[in-house]
Nanobody
Framework: QVQLVESGGGLVQAGGSLRLSCAASGRTFSSYAMGWFRQAPGKEREFVAGISGSGAGTYYADSMKGRFTISRDNAKNTVYLQMNSLKPEDTAVYYC????????????????????WGQGTQVTVSS
């Protein structure tokens, strides 16, 4: 079983930046595609960004392109989400997920594409 722990959330003003981290357990972190999702109150969890096991492949939701960057450091068993130019509508609980399902070099962009989830970290962007 893979255990995931998100950190780095907090309160930030509109236009500011945050860097989220997701630390993973296990011996085979590089085999897992990783993704970030977010969920605001009353809304469904939505895809933010995904990255393949090697880090070579990335995929972003359209609304996040140009502002958010996903990356990973397999030596540290950690995936990151750099968030710039934050907007109030970015306010949500951010979750990381891990999965073997996409296969080598691919990422999953749906909830059912992920096998493991962290507990989430709150991001609040003030106007």
């Amino acid at each position: 079983q893979v255990q995931l722990v998100e950190s780095g959330g907090g309160l930030v003003q509109a236009g500011g930046s945050l860097r989220l981290s997701c630390a993973a357990s296990g011996r085979t972190f590089s085999s897992y595609a990783m993704g970030w999702f977010r969920q605001a109150p009353g809304k469904e969890r939505e895809f933010v960004a995904g990255i393949s096991g090697s880090g070579a492949g990335t995929y972003y939701a359209d609304s996040m392109k140009g502002r958010f960057t996903i990356s990973r450091d397999n030596a540290k068993n950690t995936v990151y989400l750099q968030m710039n130019s934050l907007k109030p509508e970015d306010t949500a609980v951010y979750y990381c997920g891990a999965s073997l399902r996409p296969g080598p070099g691919r990422v999953a962009v749906t909830l059912d594409g992920y096998e493991y989830w962290g507990q989430g970290t709150q991001v609040t962007v003030s106007s």
